[in-house]
């Protein structure tokens, strides 16, 4: 397999996940500004949506977005535990994650990477962000591990990597301390460093 990366972006999660469960694969870093890859590949080819992460299979079958990604990774790999039962309200609450990650916190960072975007479209995404925080902050507030629980899973991988986003772009995370608990819990776990390393971040 092959992921295709931009150094920090969301397709740290990705990362993270292949290396939680041992797969062997190729990093190729992604200029999304130029279009190409560090291998000098035109990424509209593989990806013409433009952005990442993609993977290319073993088959040479190339998926896109972000968390569909991450479901197939964990479905391809049970024993690793990385996503629940199918069928079961676990895997719906996966799901729930997953698509809140996706589609409320990672939009609402948007404008702090947009070259477009004015000081007062970004401190207009400050406070998005931090409503999104208030409610993460509150869904963690009664002590579980992780979103699911005791058990590390894919969603957990993906809010890390948006959640770390703070530290970028000079929000603090103290505001709301079960997310930097959180955030530094998923920064500890060995694959997390594994692919920081890889990706120039530690």
């Given at each position: 397999?092959?992921?295709?990366?931009?150094?920090?972006?969301?397709?740290?999660?990705?990362?993270?996940?292949?290396?939680?469960?041992?797969?062997?694969f190729e990093l190729d870093e992604v200029d999304t500004e130029a279009g190409q890859t560090k291998s000098d590949l035109d990424y509209k080819k593989i990806n013409p949506?433009?952005?990442?992460?993609?993977?290319?299979?073993?088959?040479?079958?190339?998926?896109?977005?972000?968390?569909?990604?991450?479901?197939?990774?964990?479905?391809?790999?049970?024993?690793?535990?990385?996503?629940?039962?199918?069928?079961?309200?676990?895997?719906?609450?996966?799901?729930?994650?997953?698509?809140?990650?996706?589609?409320?916190?990672?939009?609402?960072?948007?404008?702090?990477?947009?070259?477009?975007?004015?000081?007062?479209?970004?401190?207009?995404?400050?406070?998005?962000?931090?409503?999104?925080?208030?409610?993460?902050?509150?869904?963690?507030?009664?002590?579980?591990?992780?979103?699911?629980?005791?058990?590390?899973?894919?969603?957990d991988a993906y809010l890390f990597v948006v959640s770390n986003w703070s530290n970028f772009v000079g929000i603090d995370l103290k505001k709301w301390p079960n997310v930097?608990?959180?955030?530094?819990?998923?920064?500890?776990?060995?694959?997390?460093?594994?692919?920081?390393?890889?990706?120039?971040?530690?």
């Amino acid at each position: 397999m092959k992921l295709f990366y931009k150094p920090g972006a969301c397709s740290l999660a990705t990362h993270i996940i292949l290396h939680e469960v041992g797969a062997t694969f190729e990093l190729d870093e992604v200029d999304t500004e130029a279009g190409q890859t560090k291998s000098d590949l035109d990424y509209k080819k593989i990806n013409p949506k433009g952005y990442v992460p993609a993977l290319e299979l073993v088959s040479g079958e190339i998926l896109t977005e972000g968390a569909s990604i991450l479901q197939y990774i964990a479905d391809q790999n049970p024993q690793s535990g990385l996503t629940p039962a199918a069928e079961t309200i676990a895997r719906a609450r996966l799901q729930e994650y997953l698509n809140y990650t996706g589609s409320e916190l990672h939009k609402a960072f948007g404008p702090y990477f947009s070259n477009s975007a004015s000081n007062e479209d970004k401190e207009e995404a400050g406070l998005n962000v931090a409503k999104k925080f208030d409610y993460l902050n509150g869904l963690l507030s009664d002590g579980r591990t992780y979103l699911l629980g005791d058990k590390f899973s894919v969603a957990d991988a993906y809010l890390f990597v948006v959640s770390n986003w703070s530290n970028f772009v000079g929000i603090d995370l103290k505001k709301w301390p079960n997310v930097a608990v959180f955030v530094e819990r998923v920064a500890k776990r060995p694959a997390t460093q594994a692919a920081m390393t890889a990706e120039g971040l530690l």
